[in-house]
């Protein structure tokens, strides 16, 4: 899917207020004194500028990477470009998005079947077993087309649809298993997730569950925000190795954030933006890109 961006700009209005001395003894009358004080303090509205004026297009079967400190909108640009940006009236929003030429206004709540977006933290079912995590993801976003294959397979003719059909049945039974050997977790697919305070997989095998989750459906791009987060540069080599591989097998649009790659993972990208305070300041574009 090719998504182009023109012109976007986010702003939102933020409201201060006087800044108070917190180096006071937190004392009973110091507090009855800060709370009278915040509600007769004079406050003013700020605009913050969160992207300004970015333009890019994100073409099938490339793998782009977004670089940049923090706060430089990286983030805002990935959850913009995947609906997920909180839009309520303090936010101006200006410019274009559109998804093989569809606005992204008339995709509305239609947005997140076509475009996945990976958080930067984990968030599972810790008593699951990462086989039972996927199964789960599997079938709420993909099982659907078992039942309805019949009637989205009608183009060809009876027997090539019905041997495309046939194909097509086989491999959403056993995609779950497809994608635990294609994130290498076979080892430990019988492994509760776990959490903070129940033992499961590892931070990186938890990654990888998290990534594997967003391969179910019939998803067109791919979003991911900060995934090396805790992760080590093999483990995160994988996956965006994995991720690579994807895009290109499949035609899919991946777009990753990250702070500080290795010269290795750099390696695997198609192109190169660099955000900074909301700009695009940087976009490189590698020769073997087709274009």
Known sequence: MEVRVKGLSVSAAVVVGRHEDGRELPTLTHTIKKAALKLSAQKYVVHKTILRSFSGVFEPGTITLVLGQPSSGKSSLMKMLSGRFPLDKS??????????????????????????????????????????????AHAFTGGELLRRGDELLTRGAAEENLEALQTVQTLFQHYPDIVIEQLGLQNCQDTIIGNGMLRGVSGGERKRVTTGEMEFGMKYMTLMDEISTGLDSATAFDIISTQRSIAKTLGKTVVISLLQPSPEIFALFDSVLILNAGELTFCWISEQTNR
């Open 91 to 136: 936010v101006a929003v200006d410019g274009d998005i559109t998804y093989n030429g569809v606005p992204q206004r008339e995709l509305g709540g239609r947005l997140p079947q076509f475009v996945t977006y990976v958080d930067q933290h984990d968030v599972h079912f810790p008593t699951l077993t990462v086989k039972e995590t996927l199964e789960f």
